[in-house]
């Protein structure tokens, strides 16, 4: 697989004249944005002001214009970039995937399906609504494995009975073949509960989590820092979890910064890199050539197909049963 420096070469040189390209047209895009968003602003305060003085800031039609006006705002920006968010995708992300390995499939429009995400057992809510793009599936080092952009929410209803959605996950979600048949489940979360109430009482809140297999003490105290372990099976979880697996995860949470869930369930291992956006749009705001911008492009390809040699599944550790 190919360094991180190699990708940032093929990015800049490699793709330059479609970054050009690009760049031109995301210039011309922002002049239009503050050009419109400036009229838009000035008519929406005229009339805000009338509505103010006529029936007052919080009339409902007064909160009715407000909110039409930002969804108004969502629909023409949308409009505005999603021919320069597709030209992105086809001419910038779409070679650097394969750049990475030619026999990686790339999909913009599509996701890793509910089911995978629902196997995962990351999380006990019910899925209402579930969507996702910017789709990869392949084989990296004779490891099979997909991955894309997922939103996942659910829905609740308040004491007026109004609906109201939350999400549960929005971030990269990644299945990923592993060496052996496992016999029960084990799940990695990230530890909220040790963060914010610290070892003895977050220990406890763990221990009474009745919708979860039982706790499950790992020992290294750095690892138990920033994860939880369920499993239905306390001897295979610490099989799996070996020291060097747990190093290997917590370099891999170091290295993305963001909350990590992690589980083996039958001869799969699935990832959740909780990002809280879309990780292969295209910047509008920022200069496409920025290095910074760049590198978020090339970081987030590279950890991602790198997982799979992050957590060694490429060493046929186990056999399958």
């Given at each position: 697989?190919?360094?991180?420096?190699?990708?940032?070469?093929?990015?800049?040189?490699?793709?330059?004249?479609?970054?050009?390209?690009?760049?031109?047209?995301?210039?011309?895009?922002?002049?239009?944005?503050?050009?419109?968003?400036?009229?838009?602003?000035?008519?929406?305060?005229?009339?805000a002001?009338?509505?103010?003085?006529?029936?007052?800031?919080?009339?409902?039609?007064?909160?009715?214009?407000?909110?039409?006006?930002?969804?108004?705002?969502?629909?023409?920006?949308?409009?505005?970039?999603?021919?320069?968010?597709?030209?992105?995708?086809?001419h910038?992300?779409?070679?650097?995937?394969?750049?990475?390995?030619?026999?990686?499939?790339?999909?913009?429009?599509?996701?890793?399906?509910?089911?995978?995400?629902?196997?995962?057992?990351?999380?006990?809510?019910?899925?209402?609504?579930?969507?996702?793009?910017?789709?990869?599936?392949?084989?990296?080092?004779?490891?099979?494995?997909?991955?894309?952009?997922?939103?996942?929410?659910?829905?609740?209803?308040?004491?007026?009975?109004?609906?109201?959605?939350?999400?549960?996950?929005?971030?990269?979600?990644?299945?990923?073949?592993f060496?052996?048949?496992?016999?029960?489940?084990?799940?990695?979360?990230?530890?909220?509960?040790?963060?914010?109430?610290?070892?003895?009482?977050?220990?406890?809140?763990?221990?009474?989590?009745?919708?979860?297999?039982?706790?499950?003490?790992?020992?290294?105290?750095?690892?138990?820092?920033?994860?939880?372990?369920?499993?239905?099976?306390?001897?295979?979880?610490?099989?799996?979890?070996?020291?060097?697996?747990?190093?290997?995860?917590?370099?891999?949470?170091?290295?993305?910064?963001?909350?990590?869930?992690?589980?083996?369930?039958?001869?799969?291992?699935?990832?959740?890199?909780?990002?809280?956006?879309?990780?292969?749009?295209?910047?509008?705001?920022?200069s496409?050539?920025?290095?910074?911008?760049?590198?978020?492009?090339v970081?987030?390809?590279?950890?991602?197909i790198?997982?799979?040699?992050?957590?060694?599944?490429?060493?046929?550790?186990?056999?399958?049963?």
């Amino acid at each position: 697989m190919k360094s991180t420096s190699e990708l940032t070469d093929f990015y800049y040189k490699g793709l330059y004249p479609s970054l050009n390209e690009l760049e031109e047209t995301r210039k011309r895009i922002v002049s239009q944005l503050k050009f419109y968003g400036g009229i838009g602003i000035v008519a929406f305060a005229l009339v805000a002001l009338w509505l103010g003085k006529s029936f007052g800031l919080f009339h409902p039609l007064s909160l009715a214009v407000v909110f039409g006006f930002i969804i108004l705002s969502s629909i023409t920006y949308r409009s505005m970039t999603s021919g320069y968010a597709k030209d992105f995708k086809e001419h910038i992300i779409t070679p650097m995937i394969g750049a990475i390995d030619p026999h990686l499939l790339y999909n913009p429009t599509f996701m890793v399906s509910q089911h995978l995400f629902e196997r995962s057992e990351f999380f006990k809510h019910s899925i209402v609504r579930y969507s996702g793009n910017d789709y990869v599936k392949g084989s990296i080092d004779g490891v099979p494995l997909e991955f894309s952009d997922v939103h996942a929410e659910y829905q609740t209803r308040d004491s007026k009975g109004r609906t109201q959605w939350h999400t549960l996950f929005r971030g990269l979600f990644v299945v990923a073949e592993f060496n052996k048949h496992f016999k029960a489940k084990t799940l990695i979360l990230p530890d909220q509960a040790e963060k914010s109430f610290g070892s003895l009482i977050g220990g406890w809140l763990q221990s009474i989590n009745f919708t979860r297999d039982g706790l499950i003490r790992m020992d290294d105290p750095e690892f138990e820092k920033h994860f939880v372990v369920y499993g239905s099976d306390q001897i295979e979880a610490r099989y799996i979890l070996s020291h060097s697996m747990m190093k290997r995860i917590l370099d891999f949470q170091r290295r993305i910064s963001h909350p990590l869930f992690i589980s083996f369930v039958h001869n799969h291992i699935h990832v959740g890199i909780a990002t809280g956006k879309d990780l292969f749009e295209p910047a509008v705001f920022t200069s496409l050539l920025d290095y910074k911008q760049a590198m978020e492009y090339v970081s987030t390809l590279q950890n991602t197909i790198g997982l799979v040699e992050e957590l060694k599944l490429n060493e046929k550790l186990w056999s399958k049963e």
